[in-house]
């Protein structure tokens, strides 16, 4: 499968982005779906995940409350709708999927994605 993320760009502190992941080449509904973020310097880290049914949604502390994820199995997209966004949430979002029914905590971790999209840039600053 292939993943092309956009929606992102640069935001006043406070203000809300949503993020898309299309994906190709796969069958959308028979995959897990995170997504992780990495800002400069930092290791990348778990923000959200979605089950393949969409039944199981799961967050960062960081960002339970303001971030919302979801997915539309006939658009063949997940989103990540961003709300209350704060400088700290700068980074480069990038999309990932698996064929696997993930545990939880496989799916807040990065390497149990087998396939990764070119990543988003969200810019927090006043």
């Known amino acids: 499968v292939q993943l092309q993320a956009s929606g992102g760009g640069l935001v006043q502190p406070g203000g809300s982005l949503r993020l898309s992941c299309a994906a190709s080449g796969g069958t959308f509904s028979g995959y897990s779906m995170g997504w992780f973020r990495q800002a400069p310097g930092k290791e990348r880290q778990f923000v959200a995940a979605v089950r393949k049914s969409g039944g199981g949604k799961y967050y960062a502390d960081s960002v339970k409350g303001r971030f919302t994820i979801s997915r539309g199995n006939a658009q063949n997209t997940v989103y990540l709708q961003m709300n209350s966004l704060k400088p700290e949430d700068t980074a480069v979002y990038y999309c990932?999927?698996?064929?696997?029914?993930?545990?939880?905590?496989?799916?807040?971790?990065?390497?149990?994605?087998?396939?990764w999209g070119q990543g988003t840039l969200v810019t927090v600053s006043s």
């Open positions: 990932a999927a698996d064929e696997a029914s993930l545990i939880m905590s496989s799916l807040m971790t990065p390497v149990s994605y087998n396939y």
